[in-house]
């Protein structure tokens, strides 16, 4: 079994997803695993995936 990361690097992943994401550029959820990835946050594709979904839900 693995371990959850505390809540807070959950948080600071939400908001590198943002600010990765841009409105000009289609970016794939491994184009954005590779970003968090080089700020020091390693998650799998599907967390990315998850997390994703999440930040669609909210912004409606």
């Known amino acids: ?11 600071r ?3 590198l997803l943002l600010r990765h ?3 000009r550029i ?3 959820a ?5 970003a ?3 700020d020091g946050i390693e998650r799998n594709i599907r967390t990315i995936q ?6 669609k839900m909210e912004a409606r």
């Open 30 to 34: 491994g184009d954005l695993q590779k």
């Open 21 to 23: 994401l841009s409105h």
């Open 36 to 38: 968090v990835a080089s």
């Open 1 to 11: 079994m693995t371990t959850r990361p505390p809540k807070s690097d959950s948080l």
């Open 26 to 28: 289609k970016q794939t």
């Open 50 to 55: 998850r997390n994703l979904e999440m930040l």
């Open 13 to 15: 992943l939400a908001f």
